[in-house]
């Protein structure tokens, strides 16, 4: 890589972008980035980030793009004008979750171009974002991970090469996945305790204390579901839900029955019917509690 050669960054959300700061600042990198909204071009302008008129012109312009999206949908939307305008583009490193398939299906047309795709799907807070210690699921060739691990490094405290393409993908999926299932079971838990009389607090502390304690307990638990606090702007209903859809697209071509991830589907479901889509999406918990509320109203 031309290491005069600006970094390109796409989608400067909650999480892209710390992460476009992080390669500017630690890293000491040129970069140039797009996103609709003015408000966080402005605030990186501080960090001498530059704005881009569209993406065409980072792809004329960059031979690194980095994408940070919420969906496959808006990849594959922003891929289309990337492979159009194609420019000097070497490497596409896509850090938003994506279905494995359209992963593999967007590289296998970047190949024809010239040009590398790399999954490189990020876990972890928004704090770890700000800190630059996200963990980062890699799907490429040995290669392009030794040539874009100084890059991701930026980023990530935690870099794990998963395999060839889609890969990166496959493992950050099933991790929401198994996510969504711990948190299920937890607010399952929390609602037939307290329809025996348990404290809630009493309840998670001690599970902490014993073989049933994981990060889900502590972080969404303890930090969200206990005190009913989910706010807009965290990781949504909306989001948890597309990416169960991917690990259900993924168990069916499979052939296997993923009966957890069903239920953690159906609360997800629960949870947007009841207008809390764009909610932290612990606020499953709130789906079970309401239900249990139901319940008992209608034995009285």
Request: aromatic share 4%; net charge negative.
């Amino acid at each position: 890589m031309n290491p005069t050669s600006p970094l390109g960054f796409v989608g400067l959300g909650v999480m892209g972008e710390p992460m476009c700061r992080n390669l500017a600042t630690k890293g000491g990198h040129r970069l140039l980035a797009f996103d609709r909204a003015a408000e966080p071009l402005a605030r990186l302008s501080v960090h001498e980030v530059q704005a881009a008129g569209s993406v065409a012109a980072l792809a004329e312009a960059c031979e690194v793009l980095f994408l940070c999206l919420p969906s496959g949908h808006h990849v594959a939307g922003v891929a289309e004008e990337v492979f159009a305008a194609k420019g000097r583009l070497r490497h596409i490193v896509d850090m938003g979750t994506s279905p494995v398939a359209l992963t593999r299906s967007l590289a296998a047309q970047a190949a024809t171009l010239g040009i590398s795709w790399v999954d490189a799907p990020i876990a972890r807070t928004r704090q770890a974002a700000e800190y630059g210690t996200l963990s980062v699921m890699v799907g490429a060739t040995a290669a392009d991970y030794a040539q874009l691990l100084p890059l991701l490094s930026c980023v990530a405290s935690d870099i794990t090469h998963c395999g060839p393409v889609g890969c990166g993908q496959a493992v950050k999926i099933l991790n929401n996945m198994v996510l969504v299932e711990t948190v299920s079971a937890l607010a399952e838990a929390m609602a037939i305790g307290q329809s025996v009389g348990l404290d809630a607090q009493v309840l998670l502390e001690t599970l902490a204390k014993g073989s049933a304690d994981s990060f889900a307990l502590r972080n969404h638990g303890m930090k969200a579901m206990l005190p009913g606090v989910f706010p807009e702007r965290a990781f949504s209903v909306e989001y948890a839900r597309k990416d169960i859809t991917y690990a259900l697209e993924l168990a069916q071509a499979g052939g296997i029955d993923a009966a957890g991830a069903q239920r953690g589907a159906a609360l997800l479901d629960a949870a947007k019917a009841a207008g809390w889509g764009a909610q932290y999406w612990p606020v499953i918990a709130r789906v079970l509690a309401r239900s249990a509320v139901d319940d008992t109203a209608t034995d009285a």
